[in-house]
């Protein structure tokens, strides 16, 4: 993060299907009083001031872009290819699932899918840039001399290392960050956090002090969860604490719409003479019309309440009729339990998470119930998915369940770039002070280190003799510093000091630590790296070059030792890591104080496998 206050802040919220961004100029005496502007003025958009953009790419015959967002609505050429729905192929198991269904819009690779990401973020990066010139009256020099900070989120179902790096790689190499010397990228929250900080400083519920709420985040393409306590309700700087790991799943609005062009699909392949007179992607464009999309977002509403809806076919002419398909007129008829049917599998699917969070509170003598349930998201938007959820509640046996009230977010659509957004300028204007205070680790962390030999525990692994103290030493075992589901506070790191003992005539500063991680049950973590259950995260190289002897304790060899009496130094130093809920950072401190020197002070060497583990 920029030590400097930054001048400009703006919030990217990559969707699966629409994208939004957000940004503030903080304001020197009143951080929290900073309008937020919300990026509407999007390309193509016509007149319909979208709060969203469309996450879509058309590339030409050659691989060139030929256009992106709503601009591709009108770019259908035969020759012409467009790609949707990339960003969740990041994740190599989506992949692969997709691969191994024949869905055609899976890109061949992770590889493919990270060129399609920073494609389609560079166009958003120059986008926000030319916004915010013409906004704040800067010139092109002027931005590149401003303090600038780019917050990201991640969705919750991202859970390895490997993800977020490739994800921040694609941020990198589409421009946020890199432009100005000032500029910074970061991944700060999950959605499901983000939404929960959205919601606590930007809602019209009147919170209390040790509330508990879920916060469900329902969008294109995922469906995130997190379980929160509020620590302070007061204002202007409310906080929460995580209760649970946050938790997440592959339900959006994206399989809505998939199964509406099956449904679409197999009621008229049943009538081959119609199907000659239908466009040949009709179900496609009718998924993506303004009257499918009304259709499916006011479902549930009481004034669209309908037993049936008629949608317009493109295309087709307006006498047309088929009593068997049930077209009249050129539109074709759903009937509202045709409309049901499309929703309640998802539904239900997020129902099952919730209990499993209910069943969790129960489980680990969560004595309060949850007083509230925040939908947001494009799905969560929906005034049908609430009612089902909240008769679901009412219905429901399980103890924790009937005093829940399931409200919807405040802009439901957007509390994600202005939760990351209120997070940065609550923690300019207090200090620091973030709104989630602690989080839950979702996996564990041990740094490998060599422990006194035990004979009794030390059986049958490798022993060496220290030349500088005679002791004898198990090599390779592993200090947990962080264990599955530990509460972590966000605002204190976790610190780890090291003494290495220096020999004057080296000039050597470098050394290494390596971080592993684990997915096993806390109880149940390898003592060792010969043990399984574990796998190495990354090397932390800590350099502290530029460290003068006279800066280091004088120490003398042991007696014991053949070479009495000769030097050595003693070199103490920390790691600080830092959990953030998308990733670890590390801070090399020395004297008390952050150590920079002219060079970069600690340099990560991420492990391919080690970082592919998932944090359940």
């Not at 009495?564 to 998308?582: D, N, P």
């Amino acid at each position: 993060m920029a030590s400097e206050r930054p001048d400009i802040l703006v919030a990217i919220d990559l969707g699966t299907t629409y994208t939004g961004v957000a940004w503030a100029r903080p304001q020197r005496n009143q951080v929290l009083q900073s309008p937020i502007q919300v990026i509407h003025n999007w390309p193509g958009s016509s007149t319909k001031n979208e709060q969203k953009v469309h996450t879509c790419l058309v590339y030409n015959k050659d691989d060139t872009l030929s256009s992106w967002g709503y601009i591709c609505e009108d770019d259908d050429q035969d020759n012409k290819k467009k790609r949707e729905f990339f960003k969740i192929f990041l994740d190599k198991q989506t992949l692969e699932d997709a691969h191994r269904h024949g869905i055609s819009q899976a890109p061949a690779s992770v590889d493919d899918a990270q060129k399609l990401v920073s494609d389609y973020l560079r166009e958003i990066y120059s986008h926000v840039k030319s916004t915010v010139e013409l906004h704040t009256g800067i010139g092109h020099v002027g931005w590149q001399e401003l303090v600038v900070e780019f917050i990201f989120s991640v969705p919750t179902t991202w859970r390895s290392q490997e993800i977020i790096n490739l994800f921040k790689k694609c941020i990198e190499d589409a421009g946020f960050g890199v432009e100005g010397q000032r500029h910074t990228a970061t991944v700060e929250l999950t959605e499901s956090e983000a939404a929960a900080v959205g919601t606590i400083k930007n809602s019209t519920v009147a919170f209390q002090t040790g509330d508990i709420f879920l916060s469900i985040d329902a969008g294109g393409g995922t469906t995130d969860l997190a379980l929160m306590q509020v620590v302070e309700a007061r204002e202007p700087f409310p906080s929460l604490s995580q209760i649970n790991q946050v938790d997440g799943i592959g339900i959006g609005s994206t399989l809505i719409d998939q199964a509406f062009v099956s449904m679409v699909n197999n009621r008229f392949s049943k009538f081959p003479d119609l199907v000659q007179q239908l466009p040949p992607d009709c179900a496609e464009r009718l998924v993506k019309s303004d009257r499918y999309r009304t259709t499916k977002h006011k479902f549930g509403e009481r004034v669209y309440q309908s037993t049936c809806y008629k949608l317009t076919l493109d295309g087709v002419p307006f006498n047309l009729n088929h009593a068997g398909a049930r077209v009249e007129l050129g539109r074709i008829v759903l009937s509202w339990e045709e409309m049901q049917s499309l929703f309640d599998p998802h539904v239900e699917s997020i129902i099952r998470k919730i209990h499993e969070q209910l069943s969790w509170m129960q489980t680990n003598s969560v004595n309060q119930p949850i007083s509230f349930m925040i939908l947001s998201g494009g799905l969560g938007s929906s005034k049908y998915v609430r009612d089902r959820i909240q008769h679901e509640m009412m219905t429901s046996s399980h103890p924790y369940a009937h005093q829940v009230k399931v409200l919807q977010a405040p802009d439901p659509q957007l509390v994600v770039v202005k939760g990351l957004l209120l997070d940065r300028l609550q923690r300019l204007d207090s200090g620091l002070a973030s709104v989630i205070v602690s989080r839950v680790a979702r996996a564990s962390y041990g740094i490998v280190c060599k422990t006194k030999y035990n004979p009794t525990i030390h059986s049958d692994e490798e022993i060496k003799t220290d030349p500088y103290d005679g002791e004898k030493y198990a090599m390779g075992q592993i200090d947990w510093i962080i264990r599955k589901g530990d509460p972590i506070s966000t605002s204190a790191p976790i610190i780890t000091p090291y003494t290495k003992k220096v020999d004057p005539k080296d000039s050597s500063r470098s050394w290494d630590s390596i971080i592993m991680i684990s997915d096993l049950d806390r109880n149940t973590l390898p003592r060792n790296m010969s043990q399984e259950g574990s796998t190495r995260l990354c090397v932390v190289k800590s350099d502290l070059t530029g460290v003068n002897q006279s800066e280091m304790i004088m120490k003398r060899k042991s007696r014991r030792l053949l070479f009495q009496g000769k030097k050595f130094y003693l070199c103490t130093f920390e790691v600080r890591v830092i959990v953030a809920s998308a990733e670890l950072r590390f801070e090399l401190w020395f004297a008390g104080q952050k150590f920079s020197g002219n060079h970069e002070p600690v340099k990560i060497t991420w492990d391919n496998e080690g970082s592919k583990v998932v944090a359940t």
